[in-house]
């Protein structure tokens, strides 16, 4: 589903998040220049087609204890994959999980999971449950923890039109 | 920061989803047990203290075209703030970590075409010397992650 100028509006409006009052689309639809419900409409049909994945509180991880981040990846066969990454995205310290391409000789991982504790003991402990879960579909491993955030930008929108 | 079991039920309850209705927070708060007035209150405290990193709609920004492209490179540690500067001052570049391995640079390229993605990421080759690996999402196996507060 491509977007138009109104999703895209409403898309830069919220960029900073929804409004701290009792009626928050309604500000926001002022804000805009268009009606309460015509607003709603958008923001309802956005999620029903998955370009909104939810509205709602992103909480700091590192305020909450969650300083520990590594990316764990996985050699699992190809015939095993369609099985088991669904079943590693459910584990509740997994925030992101996805297959991609091996790159070899120099990488052999086609499974990615994202994993997420208070130490890095806890994130080898999460790390262990995974490699229990793959069993013998899985011919090698390892993790890689962030060190540094290089950049980071939200939502880059482009001036073109949908 | 000092949070409280309220605190908490809010950061728990508002990571499930915030409804599109005329008055979301007092449906919340009632949800709840606590006053509208209250749950906005506790809201803006969480957000100037940085315990919430954003409260709104998170888009999938694929859902709305483009394409994106992990990509990794081994980039030599003399080289290393230098390549940094290189990548970082690209637009297509989205995100980029520093890890500890061989592979010690991870970048995210979002373009509007997968051709777009190749182009830029030979222009980066080019400009540094170093392979970039690229690592396309095949399947994502989407969960909704929810820390417990």
């Given at each position: 589903m491509r977007i138009d100028a109104t999703d895209r509006a409403i898309i830069a409006a919220t960029q900073a998040g929804?409004?701290?009052?009792?009626?928050p689309y309604a500000a926001l639809a002022a804000d805009l220049g268009v009606s309460e419900d015509a607003l709603r409409q958008r923001l309802a049909a956005m999620q029903a087609s998955g370009i909104i994945r939810r509205i709602a509180v992103a909480p700091n991880h590192y305020a909450l204890g969650m300083t520990a981040n590594g990316m764990s990846v996985w050699d699992v066969e190809d015939a095993r994959i369609a099985d088991l990454g669904p079943r590693v995205g459910l584990?509740?310290?997994?925030?992101h999980c996805y297959e991609r391409p091996r790159a070899l000789p120099d990488w052999p991982y086609n499974l990615f999971a994202m994993i997420h504790g208070t130490s890095r003991d806890e994130v080898e402990k999460q790390r262990a449950c995974i490699r229990a879960l793959l069993g013998a579909s899985c011919r090698g491993d390892d993790i890689l923890y962030s060190t540094r955030i290089l950049k980071k930008t939200g939502l880059r929108l482009r001036a073109k039109e949908g | 920061m000092n949070l409280d079991a309220t605190d908490r039920a809010i950061l728990n309850r508002l990571q499930e989803g915030f409804p599109i209705a005329p008055a979301p927070f007092a449906a919340v708060a009632g949800e709840l047990g606590i006053a509208q007035d209250d749950l906005i209150a506790r809201l803006g405290r969480m957000r100037d203290e940085r315990i919430i990193t954003r409260f709104g709609p998170f888009f999938d920004a694929e859902a709305m075209g483009g394409a994106f492209c992990l990509c990794a490179m081994a980039v030599p540690e003399e080289d290393f703030e230098a390549v940094a500067a290189e990548v970082n001052?690209?637009?297509?570049?989205?995100h980029n970590y520093a890890r500890d391995?061989?592979?010690n640079m991870w970048f995210v390229l979002a373009t509007e075409s997968d051709g777009e993605i190749a182009a830029v990421a030979d222009a980066i080759e080019d400009a540094t010397g170093c392979k970039v690996l690229r690592f396309p999402k095949l399947s994502e196996f989407f969960i909704g992650f929810r820390v417990a507060a």
């Open positions: 929804l409004p701290l009052v009792a009626e584990l509740d310290f997994v925030s | 001052a690209r637009p297509e570049v989205a391995h061989r592979l």
